[in-house]
């Protein structure tokens, strides 16, 4: 009997001497700290004034005046080409509704330019917004990424905070107004 228990404890001690870790480190042979790089010699940086793009401010590609010299570049756009849009934001009528953040969260089915898309806001902070975005639309409303309640209206922003429209409540869960390249937009649930 005493035998078993000198086995046992024998067994034992073996099966624990056996789960015991090693010292063996893998990593112990590299270097503590990489060598340090060399500085590299930086060219002198020019500074001045670009010329302007070529061709008449806001003539169409392919038109007479239009960018010249076979440039990939559009003209840039006219100072306001729209003016019923101030910075991208048309002047709710007097009739606008009062607008509510919270109210806008969730699902919207936008009409813009007879095509039909839809919009998804959200409440989470974006910059200087809120975060949203869109589902099979077109034109700018692809580059939204964020949106806001400003005043009567709410805008639509790219991630750059450019508005790229707005929009005031007309009814219960409907809101039209404009986009910053003039077209009508309308929002509904």
Request: charged letters at 10%; hydrophobic letters at 35%.
């Amino acid at each position: 009997m005493q035998f078993r228990y000198v086995a046992t404890g024998l067994a034992l001690t073996l099966a624990l001497a056996g789960c015991q870790r090693t010292a063996y480190n893998p990593y112990a042979d590299l270097p503590a700290q990489p060598a340090p790089l060399q500085p590299q010699p930086v060219p002198s940086v020019q500074g001045g004034q670009l010329p302007p793009p070529g061709g008449a401010m806001g003539a169409p590609m392919g038109a007479p005046g239009a960018a010249q010299g076979g440039s990939q570049f559009p003209n840039a756009p006219m100072a306001n080409a729209n003016p019923g849009m101030a910075g991208g934001q048309m002047a709710p009528p007097a009739a606008a509704q009062d607008v509510k953040k919270d109210a806008m969260v969730g699902s919207w089915r936008v009409n813009a330019a007879g095509q039909s898309c839809d919009m998804f806001l959200t409440l989470t902070n974006l910059g200087g917004g809120s975060r949203g975005g869109t589902r099979g639309c077109a034109g700018p409303l692809t580059m939204m990424g964020s949106w806001d309640v400003s005043g009567k209206s709410v805008q639509f922003k790219d991630r750059d905070g450019n508005v790229l429209g707005s929009v005031y409540k007309s009814a219960d869960n409907r809101f039209d107004g404009t986009l910053s390249s003039g077209q009508p937009v309308s929002l509904s649930r």
